[in-house]
């Protein structure tokens, strides 16, 4: 069966520009995460949807990062102003109901590069 | 708070060698514990869970025992193979406003040779 899948898998940007990273769960998953991923590191929460709502934002670095999952499928990662920073691979992970000993199946990943 | 520690790598084998990557973690509460595998060019993939104390997790030769009492969750395998070759990182799971965030270790990468 189709896994969660995302695009762009590469984004390159010029700093000060807005990007919009895309996320497509695995069908009728309703727990849906936002994870960023720098060079050498592992990987690091952002946010975290049940259904269509943010339940979650903690992880958000700053106000120019948004996340929506409008009909509680699809879900859009949003930066505004991108700084060179923002450069990593992010990541988008669904769960079947988030709760428990859920297991969260992961996306390869947008490549974010700003330049 | 809670926190993943791995032991750095990259880790170097022969084929047919002995493995063990050490994971250690401090945590509240009673967490799940995984073990990720991302391999070179593809996503992170789970390769095996615990969610409690004395539970072993084991997947393609892979094996990891839930250690409250040390508070590890080490990764052996008997035989690594070249295919083995990937990055792996050690996780547990926090329980946050009844849903489960996931702490990720920084990674070991593993390069097995022929």
């Known amino acids: 069966g189709a896994g969660v899948s995302q695009t762009p898998s590469n984004k390159v940007t010029e700093k000060g520009k807005y990007v919009e990273l895309r996320c497509d769960p695995i069908s009728g998953h309703t727990a849906l995460y936002w994870y960023r991923q720098s060079l050498g590191q592992g990987p690091e929460f952002l946010i975290y949807?049940?259904?269509?709502?943010?339940?979650?934002d903690s992880g958000l670095p700053n106000d120019r990062f948004f996340a929506v999952r409008p009909e509680g499928s699809v879900s859009t990662l949003k930066i505004q102003r991108t700084e060179r920073g923002d450069s990593a691979v992010y990541l988008c992970?669904?769960?079947?109901?988030?709760?428990?000993?859920?297991?969260?199946?992961f996306g390869p990943g947008t490549r974010l590069t700003v330049l | 708070g809670d926190s993943v520690t791995q032991m750095e790598g990259p880790v170097t084998l022969s084929e047919e060698a002995f493995l063990t990557i050490n994971c250690t973690y401090t945590?509240?509460?009673?967490?799940?514990l995984f073990w990720y595998v991302q391999y070179p060019g593809e996503g992170l993939q789970l390769l095996l869970k615990?969610?409690?104390?004395?539970d072993k997790g084991s997947n393609k030769g892979f094996e990891a025992t839930y250690r409250k009492e040390t508070t590890s969750f080490h990764l052996e395998k008997g035989s690594v193979q070249v295919s083995d070759s990937a990055v792996y990182f050690c996780a547990l799971t926090v329980s946050v406003s009844g849903f489960q965030k996931l702490v990720f270790g920084t990674g070991t990468r593993l390069l097995v040779s022929p």
């Open positions: 615990a969610t409690k104390a004395d």
């Open positions: 992970a669904s769960s079947s109901m988030g709760g428990g000993t859920d297991t969260q199946y």
């Open positions: 949807f049940q259904g269509t709502g943010a339940a979650d």
């Open positions: 945590a509240t509460g009673y967490p799940s």
